[in-house]
């Protein structure tokens, strides 16, 4: 067996905002077909790119969301391209789509059209707000999404406007859930033969992005952190009585997140922090013999001031930037401090623990070698294919077009151990 999912099929006739959900089942071993138009996908023109030149042919994102993949070409606006796609609709397990809504109806393409030609489809539409409700047809963004979803409003300084995110990410969320929500709907096949439509509202799927913040609403919660004013010390949420603007601190390679914690809960941990401090022999014996546990009390007190906090900090901040990330950590796990590097993207790609579980995959060669996040999990079967770099436009039509079209094929098995033929 060539991962979970081979003997399935699938058609992928998303964009941008989807090519991640058929990608995730092109790792579990499905036949996914992407289907693009003669000109190639929109998201092969996406950043960042490998070098100057022609975008298409150098869109990274395309490298890495597309790959696994077999591509074919079909203009879905032509009567003969939606003819391909309700024949190989007629074949596949699944279809996933990211299509304004009303596009695909008009094409004919819709998930009534198909399920007429194939009872036990499995499509799934990947919208901004779903395919239902007043938002439906809202015109969308990356950013419009992430101010709908509710994630957005913390990214904040202070009381200036929020941040966008660095990178677009709200419909890899929703395609994360696409695939999820496929599987799914998968399971219930099994047992009733029948397929579904799986409806994912990239807006809802950040809000599940961020179920903790959610979940706090619920009970409740202020939302402290959102507050773009200084709390008072005895009201942080945390405990901790740092202010949101003095949790990152620079070291000799990046970024160290560390709170200065004050109260019962945190306190202790700041005091450890100091002594690993004064044992480095920095001046900071003051602040070790400080309770870092009775500072609440004690600034209310007035034996202990703003002005003491800040000098500490400042010596927080001088220490740690002769630091490097791999110093931080590993005083962390040692001494057993809240206080843990940041990782960039080059760290990431060079952590010893992604590779010892076997999590970076290459794909293709010459110059279309890739070296690409694979296993999101490990299993104890085979349970992953790793096969091919994403395609070129139109790169298997011909393959693709006889092995799906060319005879019929049987398949899998239904839920009493049925087979069905489709025809040709």
């Not at 693009?36 to 150098?58: D, N």
């Not at 903790?212 to 200084?230: S, Y």
């Not at 290459?362 to 690409?372: A, D, H």
Request: aromatic share 8%; proline share 7%.
């Amino acid at each position: 067996m060539m991962g979970l999912l081979s003997p399935y099929r699938v058609v992928d006739l998303t964009d941008e905002r989807g090519l991640l959900a058929g990608r995730l089942l092109a790792d579990l071993g499905a036949d996914v077909v992407q289907v693009e138009a003669p000109g190639g996908s929109s998201a092969r023109r996406c950043p960042p790119f490998l070098a100057a030149g022609t975008p298409q042919q150098e869109s990274l994102f395309w490298d890495a969301y597309a790959a696994n993949k077999r591509g074919i070409m079909a203009d879905l606006d032509q009567p003969d391209g939606q003819q391909l796609v309700r024949q190989l609709a007629g074949r596949a397990d699944f279809l996933f789509e990211s299509a304004t809504p009303g596009v695909m109806a008009a094409r004919g393409l819709d998930w009534p059209d198909l399920r007429a030609l194939n009872p036990s489809l499995i499509y799934v539409s990947i919208t901004a707000f779903g395919r239902s409700g007043p938002k439906s047809g809202y015109a969308d963004s990356d950013l419009i999404v992430w101010a709908a979803g509710g994630p957005l409003n913390p990214h904040r300084d202070g009381d200036r406007p929020p941040l966008r995110i660095s990178l677009p990410q709200a419909y890899l969320q929703a395609s994360a859930d696409a695939a999820g929500g496929a599987l799914i709907a998968h399971h219930a096949r099994v047992r009733s033969g029948l397929g579904q439509h799986v409806d994912v509202s990239a807006q809802a799927s950040l809000g599940l992005a961020s179920l903790g913040q959610v979940l706090a609403h619920a009970v409740g919660d202020e939302h402290p952190e959102f507050e773009p004013a200084p709390r008072r010390m005895d009201q942080s949420g945390s405990g901790s009585g740092t202010d949101p603007t003095q949790k990152k601190w620079r070291c000799q390679d990046g970024l160290i997140e560390f709170h200065v914690g004050v109260g019962p809960a945190a306190g202790g941990f700041t005091s450890a922090f100091f002594k690993w401090l004064a044992d480095e022999g920095e001046p900071v014996q003051e602040f070790v013999e400080l309770d870092w546990r009775r500072v609440p009390v004690l600034m209310e007190e007035g034996s202990c001031t703003e002005a003491d906090l800040q000098r500490a900090r400042a010596a927080v901040a001088s220490f740690l930037s002769r630091k490097t990330k791999a110093e931080v950590l590993q005083a962390a796990m040692e001494r057993k401090l809240l206080c843990v590097p940041i990782y960039d993207t080059a760290d990431v790609a060079h952590s010893a623990q992604l590779a010892a579980r076997n999590y970076w995959v290459q794909l293709g060669e010459g110059s279309r070698q890739r070296r690409l996040p694979g296993r999101f999990a490990q299993v104890s079967i085979d349970g992953f294919a790793f096969r091919r770099p994403a395609p070129r436009v139109g790169e298997h039509t011909a393959e693709v077009l006889q092995e799906w079209l060319g005879g019929a094929r049987e398949r899998p098995a239904g839920p009493a151990g049925q087979h069905a033929e489709v025809p040709a």
